[in-house]
Nanobody, 113 residues
Framework: VQLQASGGGMVQVGDSLRLSCAASGRTFSRYGMGWFRQAPGKEREFIASISDSGAGTYYVNSVKGRFTISRDNAKNTVYLQMNNLKPEDTAVYYC???????WGQGTLVTVSS
């Protein structure tokens, strides 16, 4: 599967961004999708996932209540709406499809205070 994340940028504390990830090369609607991020000097971490149908979602505590994952199976795209951004959200963001063992090109999010 090929994955391409986009939508990153430089924002200020409290701002919002919406990331998109376009998938190809696989039947998108059959697989759960997840978002990961890697901050400078740190390991990549899982932050959110969504089931194949979109009915189920999961978030780690650090983003719960601020980030929302969604998907459009007709467009083979998964989204990450990020609100109330904080400096600690600065990272390269990646999407992946289950079983989450490969990632495409990420998109950089920088949050300045």
């Amino acid at each position: 599967v090929q994955l391409q994340a986009s939508g990153g940028g430089m924002v200020q504390v409290g701002d919002s961004l919406r990331l998109s990830c376009a998938a190809s090369g696989r039947t998108f609607s059959r697989y759960g999708m997840g978002w990961f991020r890697q901050a400078p000097g740190k390991e990549r971490e899982f932050i959110a996932s969504i089931s194949d149908s979109g009915a189920g979602t999961y978030y780690v505590n650090s983003v719960k209540g601020r980030f929302t994952i969604s998907r459009d199976n007709a467009k083979n795209t998964v989204y990450l709406q990020m609100n109330n951004l904080k400096p600690e959200d600065t990272a390269v963001y990646y999407c992946s499809s289950a079983p989450y063992n490969s990632w495409g090109q990420g998109t950089l999010v920088t949050v300045s205070s």
